[in-house]
């Protein structure tokens, strides 16, 4: 059975206004007011929470790693209490998994957010059922860009990891597929877009319309 592999954040959904509101949330507790811009740091919000700290820290005098490590934990609390406000996912994502899923592919989520918060996002945004399987960053000993969580991930969608893709918008995603040995497909739609092209990906994906037609060519 073929199996396509999303990530989450940037990819199926742009979750880059709730991380930042989050990140925003510690900053203002220290009275540091809003160091991040919703729009101007979108794209650093897609690569976690630390990422978010360590750049709002760097606009301001007097705080280093040791503050990123005590603010991560109060990131993440107050995240999972408003973790779908500005959330949405990108037109015609779920149309395309529907598609894919009446094709008879098993379709899964692998992704670098911790699993519990995962799992509640997609829940409340109503598409959890649409998902074979769904990893997060700490469902196993490793993460992207390691193989094994990619492969799991297929695995535990009743997949074959031999006829996987994955749809990423990363370095990390195009790594994490290089080295399972399948193709990715790289959105250029996200937060984290960039030049996509110079990542080298099998494909690219411009419109969740397209998708369907790229897997049946990637995966024939």
């Known amino acids: ?5 999303f990530d989450l954040d940037g990819t199926l959904a742009d979750t880059s206004g709730d991380l930042i509101a989050a990140a925003n949330h510690c900053f203002r507790e220290l009275g540091l007011g809003d160091l991040l811009d919703p729009a101007r ?8 929470g630390r990422a978010m700290l360590d750049l ?27 973790l779908d406000t500005h959330t949405y996912l990108y037109d015609g994502a779920m149309e395309a ?3 894919l899923k009446r094709a008879g592919d098993a379709v899964a989520i692998c992704t670098n957010k911790p699993f519990a918060l995962a799992e509640d996002l997609i829940t409340r945004l109503g598409v959890r059922h649409m998902f074979d399987a769904l990893l997060g960053a700490d469902s196993l000993p490793v993460r992207k ?45 996200g937060p ?3 030049d996509m092209a110079a990542l080298a990906p099998e ?7 397209d998708l369907p037609a790229i897997v049946d060519q990637l995966l024939p």
């Open 41 to 48: 740091d979108a794209a650093t919000a897609l690569r976690g």
């Open 145 to 189: 860009p390691d193989p094994k969580h990619l492969i799991e991930t297929a695995l535990q969608a009743g997949g074959d990891p031999s006829r996987m893709l994955l749809v990423g918008d990363t370095k990390t995603d195009r790594e994490t597929a290089a080295n399972a040995g399948v193709p990715s497909v790289l959105v250029t739609f």
């Open 56 to 82: 709002g820290f760097d606009r301001v005098d007097g705080f280093g790693k040791a503050e990123v490590d005590r603010q991560y934990p109060i990131l993440l609390a107050a995240y999972a209490e408003q």
């Open 1 to 5: 059975m073929r199996t396509v592999v």
């Open 203 to 209: 494909a690219l994906l411009e419109s969740y319309a």
């Open 97 to 99: 998994v529907d598609v």
């Open 192 to 194: 984290g877009g960039g």
